[in-house]
């Protein structure tokens, strides 16, 4: 973390900078504790590297916080006077420990961010209906449920390859919007070599831990995950409160 190192003396500007930066810093610290529930003799690294293993706001920005502490104790422990540092935040430094302790605090969370009413059909209902709202509301990808029960995700792609493999299979008899209007649903899922392309999380959840589930996923298994399910507890059976896609993820400022 980069820092000045003031000569002579300390400037009212450079100490209202340590200042702030302080303030910062126990918000976080306090946040930490918080969460862990540690006692006082904790260190602030160590809170750091806890917490990281379980909260995805803190690691990601985990180097960042183990550079803050470093800093810190430049500022308390090398402190030559009350009013002469000898280490002085940069002003981004600064800026940057204000908006990470306020996303530690007070984390985005995926709802309301991403609550939206979400188009779901049925095994029987018919493609038709899909790309009639695919048309009017931009929508790809659409949740399938059967009596309540998730079933999985249609995608624009999984539609895409069951098409064409229809077309050159020469099954499509007739007008190909006729034929396609009226094959239900449930026959394109199957198609789908992964209808569960989706993972549910609840409404508390944070943003960055969304983030993690599309950028882990894509890592670590062949099916990519493409779309994030919002409810209330995370749960297949419950009512869906919004949708999340890595799109959406882009188009948020985190």
């Known amino acids: 973390m980069k820092r000045e190192e003031p000569s002579g003396c ?10 702030r930066f302080l303030a910062a810093y126990h918000l976080i610290e306090q946040s930490l504790r918080k969460m862990s529930g540690s006692g006082v003799r904790d260190t602030f690294r160590h809170l750091v590297d806890d917490m990281a293993k379980e909260n995805a706001v803190v690691r990601r920005f985990r180097d960042d916080l183990s550079e803050f502490g470093e800093l810190r104790n430049a500022i308390v422990h090398e402190r030559v006077s009350p009013d002469y540092l000898i280490a002085v935040p940069l002003a981004e430094t600064v800026d940057k ?19 939206r009413e979400v188009a779901v059909f049925s095994p029987s209902d018919c ?7 695919m ?11 059967d009596g309540g ?18 077309v050159a299979g020469g099954a499509a008899t007739g007008p190909v919007d ?3 209007s009226c094959v239900p649903v449930g026959e394109v899922l199957s198609f789908q070599k992964n209808p569960q392309r989706a993972r549910f999380v609840s409404r508390r959840s944070t943003v960055y831990e969304v983030e993690e589930i599309f950028r882990e996923n894509s890592r ?5 995950v493409v779309a994030v399910l ?13 949708i999340v896609t890595p799109s959406d993820l882009l188009s948020l400022s985190i």
């Open 135 to 145: 048309h009017r509301e931009g929508y790809t990808q659409f949740p399938v449920y």
């Open 220 to 224: 670590r298994e062949r099916w990519r």
């Open 97 to 115: 420990i204000e908006e990470i302790a306020r996303l530690v605090s007070n984390p985005p969370l995926v709802y309301p961010a991403f609550r």
């Open 149 to 166: 029960v998730y079933k999985g995700l249609l995608t624009d792609g999984g539609i895409a390859h069951w098409v064409a493999a229809r």
């Open 127 to 133: 493609l038709g209906d899909v790309f009639r709202v």
């Open 230 to 242: 919002i409810t209330e507890n995370g749960k297949a059976d419950e009512a869906l409160l919004g």
């Open 178 to 180: 006729e034929v396609l």
């Open 10 to 19: 300390t400037t009212s500007e450079e100490m209202e900078r340590g200042d």
